[in-house]
């Protein structure tokens, strides 16, 4: 490629997922991350794709509506553009419901859900039973399943994005000039760096540590049951997730705290007492100050932008955050980005 009409500087879901959208749209686009694709967050095992409670509503939660209702649409272009699949799939989630008191939320929850989420997900309240080996223990017996969460696999959801890009004439390296409009998109470790520089914090880091279970239950929707999520992937494992944990010596690390995620796992969800653990991941998520994206102009370089901060919801956040992000690099236009997820919103 000769010139960029934009750069992505980062290339986990986020930087991929805006490059891929920008390319779509017709710009030339480079993006360049010197640790490779998916070396942060995005390159993780988990996967869950799930929605804020129906209730409360405000900005966030409906950009995350809306990003998870589109999800299917976007992700079956990128599948399609690639030949690669993202693992994606609309599976639903149950989660216990220990007391008459949590039944009572719940069915005010699912009232609520039925204008909230204009038809298109129910929020219900089922029997356990109905589920047979499949459900999260519950002391009433009965669980909410909610139709709006996914699955998607962070990984294959990287590689398929960067074919996708290469399909549209775009590029993914390791180094190179940064022309055209520059996003930056580089996770973590670039929100102490931005803070740093301004002398207050601009958002940190908060590592997870995530199995990966041998056990085939693709079909199944997730579990939540007292902290852990168990997602179901198409390939035959069953990640479970995860630990959150602000202060940490080493990113890469699984330690005893994981021992005690898949303790629990294993105690909260019998059948997986003989599926054997293939994989111990640990990574860092981006968490800015007010916990949502931050979006819009870079604090440091206002001629440039950032794109940051998914934390825990980036994967479910960005079929959206890609088509805003676009609106605002090639046209100009900031109104699809909510006023809690500005830059300014991240500052005194």
Known sequence: MATADVTILGAGVFGLSI????????????????????????GGIV?????????????????QFESLVAAAQFWKGVEDLSGLSTG???????????????????????TQAADLWQSLAEWKIVRSDDFGVWQ??????????????????????????????TALGGEVVTEGATEGAVVHAKGWQDLIDIGA???????????????????????HPQLFSDGLHLVPHGD??????STTERYFDDPAATD??????????IAAFPFLTD?????????????????????????????????????????????????????????GVAAGIPPEFTTQANLP
């Open 19 to 42: 490059g891929y959208v920008c390319a779509r749209r017709g710009a030339r686009l480079r993006v360049i991350d010197p640790n490779g694709v998916g070396a942060g967050a995005s």
């Open 256 to 265: 005893d705290q994981l021992d005690d995620l898949i303790a629990r796992a």
């Open 136 to 165: 999260p223990r519950s002391a009433t017996g009965l669980v909410i399943h909610d139709t709006l969460s996914a699955r998607i696999h962070p990984r294959k959801t990287c590689l398929a994005l960067v074919s996708a890009i």
């Open 275 to 331: 599926a054997p653990v293939i994989e111990r991941w640990a990574g860092v998520r981006p968490r800015s100050v007010t916990r949502a994206p931050v979006l819009g102009a870079h604090p440091l370089y206002p001629d440039q932008f950032i794109a940051n901060g998914g934390f825990k919801i980036g994967l479910g956040m960005a079929p959206k955050v890609a088509e805003v992000m676009a609106d605002l690099v090639l046209d």
């Open 197 to 219: 520089v301004l002398g207050h914090s601009f958002g940190n880091g908060s590592k997870g540590q995530a199995a990966l279970f041998r056990y085939d239950a693709r079909a």
């Open 47 to 63: 996967g869950a794709l799930a929605p804020h409670a129906p209730e409360l509503w405000n900005d966030k939660k409906q950009f």
């Open 236 to 241: 035959g494992t069953i990640a479970v997730g």
């Open 88 to 110: 994606y799939a609309r599976t639903g989630r149950l989660q216990p419901l220990e007391t008459e008191k949590a039944v009572k939320l719940a069915r005010d929850r699912a």
